[in-house]
């Protein structure tokens, strides 16, 4: 991959609006949850691999995932990213995030030289317990439940549907 040294003389880096990547200035996920950043980048730059590293410091930061002109799509542990070239944007999806995974990440473009990149803050709040959702058999009636965040309370709706309709629902 090509280097990623931040040169502050160096034309079409360090001026704001002259790099072809761009992404959110900071971000915020809850911790166990997913958290999915989208970059975007001009035209011209869709068949260079794209990239979303960890670190403060642009030349030393540790690239995560990384896609290239044959694979537009890849997976590694918890981080994912996806390059839609169609719409010039590389989603990156990280599960099951942590507390440490908070920090300074950069969404990046590869080239022949010195990469372009978009430095991304991440912020993790810690989670709360989980909300569940599911079906019990009671009788003659399913009863299933759905539950969700509403501000800091966990609400469940609950639904009885008659057994005979279930049957079918769960053979089709």
Known sequence: SGGRLFLP???GVC???S???TGPKAVRGQERGCLAVQCRYTPGWESHGKWWCRGAD????KILVQTTASEPEVKRDRVSIRDNRENRTFTVTTEQLRLDDAGVYWCGIERVGIDHGAQVRVTVDPGKSM????CVIICVFFFCFYCFWSSNFCVCLFRAIPMAYGRSQTRG
């Not at 642009?58 to 930061?61: E, R, T």
């Not at 909300?131 to 599911?134: A, L, N």
Request: overall charge neutral.
């Open 9 to 11: 003389w160096h034309v």
């Open 19 to 21: 790099s072809p990547v």
């Open 58 to 61: 642009w030349g030393n930061c």
């Open 131 to 134: 909300c569940v959702c599911g």
């Open 15 to 17: 001026f704001p609006g």
